[in-house]
């Protein structure tokens, strides 16, 4: 895989998007996505790797803490996927955003995995007639493109 082709940092210290149009018009698609999921109902299974169990050996607690920080995270996540939606054309982009970016990728990725019930034994090269082949792609590819903004902003 070409990790790391995809994002690079420049000599300008901010940061080229190196993706082809069919990337740029998945990620298009499937970033509202995530908004949606999150302007619904925050009691959606699909969303419990975003708002994990704080206290779980003590549910009032836990209520408690869920009422203090949901709308605040489920805020800032928005506030990602908005941000990467509206740099998906750019080619370059600065630290903030490319931040924004991982966020938004990580969270597709969490999401979709719950979704899939991806574990580490999950075989992401689905057979040609798994119902679950496109999304387990997709997953893979999320990943990949993660792998590449982190390694990104890991390079000096």
Known sequence: MLIGKRVRRNRKGDYEIRLPDEERSLLRTVI???????????????L??????AYADDPEKDIAYQRLVRDELADRRRAAARIMLDTIEARRIDEAQLYAWMSAVNDLRLVLGTRLDVSEETDLMAAPHDPDGPLLALYAYLG???EAIVEAVSRP
Not at 34 to 41: A, K, P, S, Y
């Open 32 to 46: 509202p996505q995530l908004g949606d999921l999150l302007d619904g109902d925050l009691a959606d299974p699909a």
């Open 144 to 146: 990949y493109l993660l």
């Open 48 to 53: 419990r790797r975003l708002f994990p169990t």
